[in-house]
C-alpha cells in the first residue's frame, strides 16, 4: 500500500468513497480542493492495487493535530488502510512536535471508534446533537508521550 500526498485528480475517487456511506459528512470533491488554499491542513491518499483505497485529511495547528475526516472503500476495508492512514498522520504529528491528536466521531459509528480505540485513542468528551442536530459526537484524544517526537 502507497500513502502519498492528494492530488487534484484525487477529488473525484474520494468523493465516491464518501457516496459509499450514507451519513456520512462528506465534502465532495470541492470540499477538498478548499483545503489546498488552508496551509495547517494536510490531505494523504491511500492507492491499492493501483487504485485509491481511503484518505485521511487533519490540520496540524501545533501542539495539537485536528482529524478532520478519514475514510476506506468498502472494497478495501479491513486491510489496514485507515491504520496505515493513521500512522502517516502520527508521522506528520511527531515531526511538527505535536503532542495531541484530537477527532470528533458519531457515538454509533461502531467501526470508527473502534478503530481509534485499537490507536490508542480515549474518549474525552461528547457534544450532543453534533450531527444534524440529532447524533452526538465522541471526542477522541491520543496523547503521544514526548518520547515519541
Ligand atoms: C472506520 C474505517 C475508516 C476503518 O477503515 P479500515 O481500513 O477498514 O480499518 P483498518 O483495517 O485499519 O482496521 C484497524 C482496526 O480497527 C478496528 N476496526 C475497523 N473496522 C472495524 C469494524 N467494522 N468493526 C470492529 N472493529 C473495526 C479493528 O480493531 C481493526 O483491526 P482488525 O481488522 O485487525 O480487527 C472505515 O470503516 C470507514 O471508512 N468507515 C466510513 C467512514 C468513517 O466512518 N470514517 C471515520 C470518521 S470519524
Redesign the pocket.
Known sequence: MLIRRARKEDYAAFAAIEAE?PG?PAWGEKGFEAEEKNRHSVTLAAEEEGRTA?FINFWILRPQVQLN????ARA????????ALLGKLLEYAAKSLCREID?E?NEH????I??YA?HNFEVVGKRPKFYNNTDAALLMRRVLPAKDL
Open positions: 456511506y456520512y481511503g475526516t478519514l475514510a476506506v478495501f476495508l479491513r486491510r489496514g488502510t485507515a491504520s477527532l466521531v459509528n461502531a467501526a470508527a473502534a478503530l485499537a
